[in-house]
């Protein structure tokens, strides 16, 4: 079993950052592929971002380039770095552990889940 908590969620304007970190404990941390997904009010959960056991990072296509996934493996903490925020990211946030699948692209499926933290975007 690995238990996740999400921090860093709030309110920001458009074209602010704000930076998630994700906590895991329980089983080693360092053998999980790790990432990030949103659920928007009225839709389905997506992907947004993971970061393998050996630090390749792959995003969904409308953050690349101003969202950025790191870990830190000795505090056990998986991160996501927000730029350049748009109102279209307003979603709860949510931490994953899991493996990594290729389909059109790379993304996570998800083993383990956190409880979530909302960003809201204004414009």
């Known amino acids: 079993q690995v238990q996740l908590e999400e921090s860093g969620g709030g309110k920001v304007q458009a074209g602010g950052s704000l930076r998630l970190s994700c906590a895991a404990s329980?089983?080693?941390?360092?053998?999980?592929?790790m990432g990030w997904f949103r659920q928007a009010p009225g839709k389905e959960r997506e992907f947004v971002a993971a970061?393998?056991?050996?630090?390749?990072?792959f995003y969904v296509d409308s953050v690349r380039g101003r969202f950025t996934i790191s870990r830190d493996n000795a505090k056990n903490t998986v991160y996501l770095q927000m730029n350049s925020l748009k109102p279209e990211d307003t979603a709860v946030y949510y931490c994953?552990?899991?493996?990594?699948?290729?389909?059109?692209?790379?993304?996570?499926?998800?083993?383990?889940w956190g409880q979530g933290t909302q960003v809201t975007v204004s414009s």
């Open positions: 994953a552990a899991g493996s990594l699948r290729y389909g059109t692209t790379w993304y996570l499926v998800g083993d383990y």
């Open positions: 970061i393998s056991i050996y630090g390749s990072t």
């Open positions: 329980g089983r080693t941390f360092s053998n999980y592929h």
